[in-house]
C-alpha cells in the first residue's frame, strides 16, 4: 500500500490550492488520515484530520480557511486550502492509517511531502 501526495505549487497570498492524498496497492481499509506540514526548523504541525466516519478536525491556524474531505470510492482525501496566507508555506505531508487486508494489521503509512509556496 502507497500514499501518493500531489497538488502544492505557488500561490499568491488570498489564492487557493486543493491537495490530494491518494492511496493505492492491493486490498486494504483506510481509517483516519491526517494531513501535516513542516517548514526548515520547526516541527512537524499537524494541520487537518478526517476519520473513517468523516468526521473533522483542524488546527486553529487553518480552521475557517482550510476543509478536509475524502472520497472513499476512490479512497483518496484531499484538504482544500483557501485564503492562503505567506505562513501556510510549508511542505504537506498526508499520512493514514490503513489496514491492509492481506495482514489485518493496522499501520501508520506516510506519503512524500508536496511544497506549497505561498508569495505575499
Known amino acids: 500500500v502507497q500514499l501518493q501526495a500531489s497538488g502544492g505549487g505557488l500561490v499568491q497570498a488570498g489564492g487557493s490550492l486543493r491537495l490530494s492524498c491518494a492511496a493505492t496497492g492491493s486490498s486494504f481499509i483506510l481509517h483516519d488520515v491526517r494531513w501535516y506540514r513542516q517548514t526548515p526548523g520547526k516541527q512537524r504541525e499537524l494541520v487537518a484530520t478526517?476519520?473513517?466516519?468523516?468526521?473533522?478536525n483542524y488546527a486553529d491556524s487553518v480552521k475557517g480557511r482550510f476543509t478536509i474531505s475524502r472520497d472513499g470510492a476512490q479512497n483518496a482525501v484531499y484538504l482544500q486550502m483557501n485564503s492562503l496566507k505567506p505562513e501556510d508555506t510549508a511542505v504537506y505531508y498526508c499520512?493514514?492509517?490503513?489496514?491492509?487486508?492481506?495482514?489485518?494489521?493496522?499501520?501508520?503509512?506516510w506519503g512524500q511531502g508536496t511544497l506549497v509556496t505561498v508569495s505575499s
Open positions: 499520512s493514514a492509517e490503513i489496514m491492509p487486508i492481506a495482514t489485518m494489521t493496522l499501520s501508520r503509512y
Open positions: 478526517i476519520t473513517s466516519d468523516s468526521s473533522t
